[in-house]
């Protein structure tokens, strides 16, 4: 029987509450990622830790990050690892957008697309969150979206670039 390689995986991070134990939102992400290791997950990079406005209700600004990772778990397997971790940082499933302690996302998945009820790789939302992308493209910069072809690079400036008010028509002298 053939081993299954190892799959790399990117996953965005995300908390805006304290932890009694790990404490501030930054270290809170690195503590997620340290969760990783233990589970046997091999991290291989992560993006420096960037700040952000919340969505929704939540009144807290958010710390964001990205970790590239490798493991031969499926997406299935993955996120039951993810939401396992997020318990055990004490994330309650709550109000859509609300404030949490730690959030983990599947982003991208080196097999391509996975489509199932439950979960979505790429991520649905994430080619429209410069939180995600910003890190992602980061450690990765040349992953290319299964979906659209675009590097990470390239859909991080194509939702970040400053852009240019239209001009005026000029009268007719």
């Keep these: 029987m053939r081993r299954r390689t ?25 503590a997620g990622v340290a969760a990783l290791e233990t589970a ?8 420096p830790v960037i700040r952000s406005a919340p969505i929704g209700p939540s009144l807290r600004q958010y710390a964001n990050g990205a970790a590239l990772v490798r493991s031969d ?8 690892l993810l939401k396992r971790i997020e318990r055990a940082f004490g994330r ?20 391509g697309l996975w489509r199932a009820p439950d979960l979505q790789v790429p991520h649905r939302l994430f080619r429209q969150r410069s ?9 990765a910069p040349n992953w290319r979206d299964p979906v659209t072809g675009f590097t990470l690079r390239q859909l ?13 028509p000029q009268p007719d002298a």
């Design 6 to 30: 190892s799959d790399l995986y990117l996953i965005a991070l995300g908390s805006n509450v304290r932890h009694h134990r790990h404490g501030a939102p930054q270290r809170v992400l690195m």
């Design 40 to 47: 046997g997950v091999r991290v291989e990079r992560v993006a």
């Design 73 to 80: 778990m499926s997406p299935p397997a993955m996120l039951a």
């Design 92 to 111: 309650k499933r709550a109000q859509r957008w609300a404030s949490r302690v730690l959030d983990l996302d599947i982003v991208l998945w080196g097999g």
């Design 131 to 139: 939180f995600v992308l910003g890190p992602a493209s980061a450690i």
């Design 156 to 168: 991080n400036r194509r939702l970040t670039r400053a852009q240019t008010a239209p001009r005026d």
